[in-house]
């Protein structure tokens, strides 16, 4: 399976996830759960979003969508390494959802690269 297609699959998971149970992945994410889980479900349906269209999306819309969730992801980390250094998240928290949005991005990068060096064959 492509680098794409998981990427997209673990986002649907995630954000089922976000929505099913936002407190326990609030606590995972943050160390405590908001009441209510609202942003956390927000993140749910957003990851859900993206998941699903890229994997519906073909051709340079489904390239177009994983630049978007590339750029999403990367935003995700950045914010993370924002909050850890003001202390409004702790270290050991921070440090693997900034993995977590890093591999995201290496993973989009990589399908990228996956479908630029697919030859296609000739139309008969």
């Known amino acids: 399976m492509d680098p794409v297609t ?5 986002r649907i998971a995630v954000g089922a996830a976000s929505i099913a149970k936002p407190d326990l992945v609030a606590k995972r994410m943050v160390g405590q759960a ?5 942003l956390t479900q927000w993140f749910g349906t957003r990851e ?4 699903l269209v890229t994997l519906l999306a073909r051709g340079g819309n489904r390239r177009t969508l994983v630049l978007a969730g590339m750029a999403v992801d990367a935003a995700d980390a950045g914010v993370t390494y924002s909050a850890m250094q003001n202390g409004s998240l702790q270290k050991r928290l921070a ?4 993995a977590v949005a890093a591999f995201a991005v290496v993973s989009g990068l990589l399908g990228l690269r ?11």
């Open 6 to 10: 998981l990427l997209s699959l673990g």
């Open 34 to 38: 908001e009441d209510p889980p609202l």
């Open 48 to 51: 859900i979003a993206l998941g």
């Open 95 to 98: 440090l693997p959802a900034i």
């Open 114 to 124: 996956g479908r630029k060096n697919k030859k296609v064959a000739p139309a008969q």
